[in-house]
């Protein structure tokens, strides 16, 4: 046995054929045997896979001892072993880290029959494997089944060049990684108790074993965090709660029922209800729910449209209300008709029921108009409130109802904007109207923040999340006062909130901060001191090293300060150089500042990036004047934001390389990138994912490219404003494009069609310009699957370790030279 006293060893390739090196014994565990009483090998049974499988997530936790039928081993040096051979099972494990990406062959001498695996993934059962790997934090995991001689055993390294190192290492902290990212558990939904003495929780991770598939667990559990109720395929937003919270209903395999929750037993109160939602609790013994069918067929050879929502592929589901008699299973349709109608609140002391249904009336921008309807159940009769152009959610108040939209709700009143000026209908307003519809208050009209979802207390205070600059909070609306409250939550984004209906009302919600990733809190309104129930942190991120993050804010050509931060790279080194990736969105929403997403920040920093994001004028959440800039705009002041304020950051951060720039966005902010290339040379490589080329194929072919267009292009339209549909768009100015350009698309992309990335791509060819393509297939505008995700968000690094660290290896490795 070779041994080695350097803590650390760098092993490198000398050559193109490059030499071999032999991995110092003193930085590998060895732990075994696990069965030292038996003889039996995993090879000798049908199931030699599963059992090693099912040991490698306990092998691969960072203990100093393992416990197997109650029998505690130890990891050991492997320069330690001085045994010839053993019974059972042993193993192996180091940890190694990589400055880039890196290939070569592990080769494994003296082990007989073992199986290897590569943060987690099996890679071989031969004495050889293959490995690629990013730059980041590793680890090599040897599940040894026959070894004759102990001392024979030898580990090597041969890279494939110059380049290819890896350095063995026992640090306390790990780099971020992409696994990490998307398979640590998140909770996808909640639900809280009336009484708030319950709550329920949907958790949500992934797997290397269950590939795409997520592991789902949905729980009942008590103030105290003590499980009290498992619920299988059911997500928590699913549950409605009776008022004395005794009680739960729900749809399952197409039946209603009921969960009693002091002796939890269920009950079928209705069958055969496939396609039915939304349900909630209109009195102890009445369910008020959804009930939809897939609605007319068209034949088989063609389809008939009979308006611009048929392009939709659920444009003729029906959806209608129902009532459910939980004693005799009694159903009552509260609505009917050829048009669908949206349940969206009730008043069970009124007995009416408020509901929504769409019509289709294209005269106005943004095309669509909404018809807010109440329902009086004693006496059936309808009445229209009124047809909104913006209408988001209605709320019954104590003399009326709380309604948000946009500024242009009930003919402007909410507007706060210079004379003249088109406002943004996408920063939600909130308001007040009386029960005739008649007559509006604007509350929120000097409230910058833009509103979302919004609860009523029983004292008609409302609790809402709001966007406020890049970050979501919580706020609550005090009637009494007339004044807006920020809740005050620990979070940067709130992702979800629940409100219980005590005297002493309590907010459960989730939220990440930019750096943290996403907890679950509970708190009271009234002293407002929120408490973690439970924390991602703890289970996924421990000894993770995080960016650092700065705020970095600049003022525009207009005067107006533009918001943004930057990660900077664990351990940064500010005597050296650094590439940079700037990102933005630029449509109507801001980039948020939560832990991470499918645009990974935390992640990019840990590749070796410094990551500046900013916020380009048209966000909401500025301010109305701030958000009303994108209305007819289409990266007018955008573009020119991004430039001056990439200028900026790069003279604020002298380590940042001014040659090693990269900038990409996604959807509007796909549509930017495109644009900037037409219009600077300030990047060296520039990435646009499912981004818009010709504004008006986006217009007349996108799902929903008509109605956000009613909002970004107001009034505008190819025939009476050719100069924004052609000149803005990016296609339109191939010519200018010099920076090389990755184009990314789902080929099954209904929101912006793929046919946009092509349109670009097609006039860079003919133009000879530096061009690439990657569609993800069956992807639709947003890229989900875990293996898809892993390899898109691969694509997007390799390729700006391309450009930006002059190494092609990665890109090589997915493409091909």
Same mark, same amino acid.
């Given at each position: 046995?070779?041994?080695?006293t350097?803590?650390?060893?760098?092993?490198?390739?000398?050559?193109?054929?490059?030499?071999?090196g %032999?991995?110092?014994?003193?930085?590998?565990?060895?732990?075994? /045997?696990?069965?030292?009483?038996?003889?039996?090998?995993?090879?000798?049974?049908?199931?030699?896979?599963?059992?090693?499988?099912?040991?490698?997530?306990?092998?691969?936790?960072?203990?100093?001892?393992?416990?197997v039928?109650?029998?505690e081993?130890?990891?050991?040096?492997?320069?330690?072993?001085?045994?010839l051979?053993?019974?059972?099972?042993?193993?192996?494990?180091?940890?190694?880290?990589?400055?880039r990406?890196? %290939?070569?062959?592990?080769?494994?001498?003296?082990?007989?029959?073992?199986?290897?695996?590569l943060?987690?993934?099996?890679?071989?059962?031969?004495?050889?494997?293959?490995?690629?790997? /990013?730059?980041?934090?590793?680890?090599?995991?040897?599940?040894?089944?026959?070894?004759?001689?102990?001392?024979?055993?030898?580990?090597?390294?041969?890279?494939?060049?110059?380049?290819?190192t890896?350095?063995? #290492?026992?640090?306390?902290?790990?780099?971020?990684?992409?696994?990490?990212?998307?398979?640590?558990?998140?909770?996808?939904?909640?639900?809280?108790?009336?009484?708030?003495?319950?709550?329920? *929780?949907?958790?949500?991770?992934?797997?290397?074993?269950?590939?795409?598939?997520?592991?789902?667990?949905?729980?009942?559990?008590?103030?105290?965090?003590?499980?009290?109720? =498992?619920?299988? @395929?059911?997500?928590?937003?699913?549950?409605?709660?009776?008022?004395?919270s005794?009680?739960?209903?729900?749809?399952?395999?197409?039946?209603?029922?009921?969960?009693?929750?002091?002796?939890?037993?269920?009950?079928?109160?209705?069958?055969?209800?496939?396609?039915?939602?939304?349900?909630?609790?209109?009195?102890?013994? !009445?369910?008020?729910?959804?009930? %939809?069918?897939?609605?007319?067929?068209?034949?088989?050879l063609?389809?008939?449209?009979?308006?611009?929502?048929? =392009?939709?592929?659920?444009?003729? *589901?029906?959806?209608?209300?129902?009532?459910?008699?939980?004693?005799?299973?009694?159903?009552?349709?509260? *609505?009917?008709?050829?048009?669908?109608?949206?349940?969206?609140?009730?008043?069970?002391?009124?007995?009416?029921?408020?509901?929504?249904?769409?019509?289709?009336?294209?005269?106005?921008? /943004?095309?669509m108009l !909404?018809?807010?309807?109440?329902?009086?159940?004693?006496?059936?009769?309808?009445?229209?409130?009124?047809?909104?152009?913006?209408?988001?959610?209605?709320?019954?108040?104590?003399?009326?109802?709380?309604v948000?939209?946009?500024?242009?709700?009930?003919?402007?009143?909410?507007?706060?904007?210079?004379? @003249?000026?088109? +406002?943004?209908?996408?920063?939600?307003?909130?308001?007040?109207?009386?029960?005739?519809?008649?007559?509006?208050?604007?509350?929120?009209?000097?409230?910058?923040? %833009?509103?979302?979802?919004?609860?009523?207390?029983?004292?008609?205070?409302?609790?809402?999340i709001?966007? +406020?600059?890049?970050?979501?909070?919580?706020?609550?609306?005090?009637?009494?006062?007339?004044?807006?409250?920020?809740?005050?939550?620990?979070?940067?984004?709130?992702?979800?909130?629940?409100?219980?209906?005590?005297?002493?009302?309590?907010?459960?919600? !989730?939220? !990440?901060?930019?750096?943290?990733?996403?907890?679950?809190? =509970?708190?009271?309104?009234?002293?407002?001191?929120?408490?973690?129930?439970?924390?991602?942190?703890?289970?996924?991120?421990?000894?993770?090293?995080?960016?650092?993050?700065?705020?970095?804010?600049?003022?525009?050509?207009?005067?107006?300060?533009?918001?943004?931060?930057?990660?900077?790279?664990?351990?940064?080194?500010?005597?050296?150089?650094?590439?940079?990736?700037?990102?933005?969105?630029?449509?109507?929403?801001?980039?948020?500042?939560?832990? #991470?997403?499918?645009?990974?920040?935390?992640?990019?920093a840990?590749?070796?990036?410094?990551?500046?994001?900013?916020?380009?004028?048209?966000?909401?959440?500025?301010?109305?004047?701030?958000?009303?800039?994108?209305v007819?705009? $289409? @990266?007018?002041?955008?573009?020119?934001d991004?430039?001056?304020? #990439?200028?900026?950051?790069?003279?604020?951060?002298?380590?940042?390389?001014?040659?090693?720039?990269?900038?990409?966005?996604?959807s509007?902010?796909?549509?930017?990138?495109?644009?900037?290339?037409?219009?600077?040379?300030?990047?060296?490589?520039?990435?646009?994912?499912?981004?818009?080329?010709?504004?008006?194929?986006?217009w @007349?072919?996108?799902?929903?490219?008509?109605?956000?267009?009613?909002?970004?292009?107001?009034?505008?339209?190819?025939?009476?404003?050719?100069?924004?549909?052609?000149?803005?768009?990016?296609?339109?100015? +191939?010519?200018?494009?010099?920076?090389?350009?990755?184009?990314?698309?789902?080929?099954?992309?209904?929101?912006?069609?793929?046919?946009e990335?092509?349109n670009?791509?097609?006039?860079?060819?003919?133009?000879?310009?530096?061009?690439?393509?990657?569609?993800?297939?069956?992807?639709?505008?947003?890229?989900?699957?875990?293996?898809? =995700?892993?390899?898109? $968000?691969?694509?997007?690094?390799?390729?700006?370790?391309?450009?930006?660290?002059?190494?092609?290896?990665?890109?090589?490795?997915?493409?091909g030279?």
């Open positions: 046995m070779k041994l080695k350097a803590a650390t060893i760098l092993f490198s390739a000398i050559s193109a054929q490059a030499m071999a %032999s991995l110092d014994e003193s930085q590998i565990q060895f732990i075994g /045997p696990f069965s030292a009483e038996t003889t039996v090998k995993p090879n000798d049974t049908a199931h030699r896979e599963k059992i090693i499988n099912n040991l490698l997530p306990t092998l691969s936790k960072n203990t100093k001892q393992i416990k039928f109650t029998n081993i130890k990891w050991r040096s492997l320069e330690s072993i001085d045994q051979t053993m019974p059972g099972l042993q193993a192996l494990k180091f940890n190694f880290s990589t400055n990406f890196t %290939s070569g062959k592990l080769k494994l001498n003296g082990v007989e029959k073992a199986s290897i695996f943060n987690g993934i099996a890679i071989g059962n031969d004495n050889e494997v293959k490995i690629d790997v /990013p730059m980041g934090d590793h680890q090599i995991i040897i599940v040894a089944e026959q070894v004759n001689d102990w001392g024979k055993v030898d580990l090597d390294f041969e890279g494939n060049s110059s380049h290819d890896i350095t063995l #290492t026992d640090k306390d902290t790990k780099a971020l990684s992409a696994k990490q990212l998307f398979d640590a558990p998140t909770i996808s939904a909640i639900s809280q108790a009336p009484n708030g003495k319950y709550y329920i *929780t949907t958790k949500r991770h992934y797997s290397d074993a269950q590939g795409n598939s997520a592991i789902t667990e949905t729980t009942l559990q008590n103030q105290d965090g003590e499980i009290l109720y =498992r619920f299988s @395929g059911l997500s928590a937003s699913s549950f409605a709660w009776r008022d004395d005794k009680q739960l209903a729900f749809f399952e395999n197409e039946q209603l029922i009921t969960l009693d929750l002091k002796t939890f037993s269920r009950n079928v109160s209705v069958h055969h209800v496939a396609g039915a939602s939304n349900v909630k609790y209109f009195d102890d013994q !009445t369910l008020i729910f959804e009930w %939809s069918n897939d609605g007319k067929k068209e034949g088989d063609t389809k008939h449209y009979q308006g611009l929502e048929d =392009r939709w592929s659920y444009a003729r *589901t029906q959806s209608q209300v129902f009532l459910a008699d939980l004693e005799s299973g009694l159903l009552q349709a509260v *609505t009917v008709g050829n048009v669908s109608h949206s349940l969206v609140d009730f008043n069970r002391e009124q007995n009416k029921v408020l509901v929504t249904k769409a019509i289709s009336d294209y005269s106005a921008p /943004p095309h !909404t018809e807010l309807v109440e329902i009086d159940l004693k006496t059936r009769e309808a009445r229209s409130i009124g047809k909104y152009r913006t209408l988001n959610s209605v709320k019954y108040a104590s003399k009326g109802f709380y948000t939209a946009g500024p242009d709700f009930a003919n402007g009143i909410g507007r706060n904007l210079p004379d @003249g000026m088109l +406002a943004n209908n996408y920063d939600g307003q909130l308001f007040w109207m009386n029960s005739e519809g008649k007559s509006v208050k604007a509350l929120s009209k000097e409230f910058a923040p %833009s509103i979302g979802t919004f609860t009523v207390l029983d004292n008609d205070d409302v609790v809402f709001a966007g +406020a600059e890049d970050k979501r909070h919580l706020f609550s609306y005090d009637q009494s006062k007339n004044k807006m409250v920020t809740l005050n939550s620990g979070l940067d984004v709130i992702d979800q909130f629940v409100v219980s209906k005590e005297k002493n009302a309590e907010v459960l919600f !989730t939220g !990440t901060t930019a750096s943290t990733p996403q907890q679950l809190k =509970r708190m009271s309104i009234s002293d407002k001191k929120a408490e973690i129930l439970w924390d991602s942190k703890e289970i996924a991120y421990q000894n993770s090293e995080v960016a650092k993050l700065e705020e970095f804010n600049f003022t525009n050509d207009q005067g107006v300060e533009i918001k943004g931060r930057v990660y900077l790279p664990h351990n940064l080194d500010k005597a050296k150089q650094y590439p940079a990736l700037v990102y933005y969105y630029g449509g109507t929403s801001p980039v948020s500042r939560a832990f #991470t997403g499918r645009y990974p920040f935390n992640l990019w840990a590749k070796g990036y410094v990551v500046y994001v900013l916020q380009p004028t048209g966000a909401t959440g500025f301010g109305q004047k701030f958000s009303a800039e994108h007819n705009a $289409w @990266g007018e002041h955008t573009a020119n991004i430039i001056k304020g #990439t200028k900026a950051f790069v003279e604020a951060y002298p380590f940042v390389d001014e040659k090693r720039l990269g900038n990409l966005g996604a509007y902010g796909g549509f930017m990138t495109m644009l900037l290339t037409t219009k600077t040379d300030l990047f060296s490589a520039s990435i646009s994912h499912a981004g818009i080329s010709n504004i008006t194929s986006y @007349g072919q996108g799902w929903w490219g008509y109605l956000y267009s009613g909002e970004a292009s107001k009034g505008s339209f190819p025939w009476n404003n050719p100069n924004l549909y052609s000149q803005h768009s990016p296609v339109f100015n +191939a010519d200018k494009v010099k920076t090389p350009l990755l184009l990314i698309h789902g080929d099954a992309d209904t929101n912006v069609p793929p046919g990335s092509h670009m791509y097609t006039a860079l060819k003919l133009l000879g310009q530096d061009v690439e393509l990657v569609e993800y297939k069956g992807a639709d505008h947003q890229i989900f699957a875990r293996d898809k =995700r892993f390899h898109w $968000w691969n694509t997007m690094l390799a390729y700006f370790d391309k450009h930006l660290k002059d190494e092609p290896q990665w890109w090589e490795h997915l493409y030279k």
